[in-house]
């Protein structure tokens, strides 16, 4: 169900967010943009249009850029490839997992993340 946040002025985020649920790809970058680390057994969380929750095994640092890939049902790339985003937080989570918050930097958000389609 949609949290209509942009109604709360006390509220930091303005854009309606999601609640999402579904396996991604995602790495760490590099300062010239290439994979450095994998985020294990990431998963979405919640997701508006410029923001990102998701969780996983493996912590990532505040300002680290992440770049996610998405798959199809067959396992396929979905264009675009990919998007980048900063880290904002890293907290611990549920289960020895970790809880990243970040803020979309290049490309978009694709629709297929953002409403759950397949």
Not at 77 to 104: M, N, Y
Request: charged share 20%; proline share 8%; with cysteine.
């Amino acid at each position: 169900m949609p949290t209509l946040n942009h109604l709360n002025p006390q509220e930091r985020r303005h854009d309606v967010r999601l609640a999402a649920a579904g396996s991604i790809q995602a790495a760490v970058l590099d300062k010239h943009h290439q994979p450095i680390q994998v985020l294990h057994d990431a998963q979405v969380l919640n997701v508006s249009a410029n923001e990102l929750a998701i969780t996983t095994t493996t912590p990532a640092k505040p300002g680290s850029r992440l770049t996610i890939r998405l798959a199809d049902l067959h396992n396929q790339d979905v264009p675009p490839k990919a998007f980048e985003l900063e880290t904002l937080h890293c907290s611990p989570w549920h289960g020895g997992r970790h809880k990243i918050r970040c803020q979309l930097i290049k490309g978009h958000i694709p629709a297929k993340l953002i409403y759950n389609w397949d």
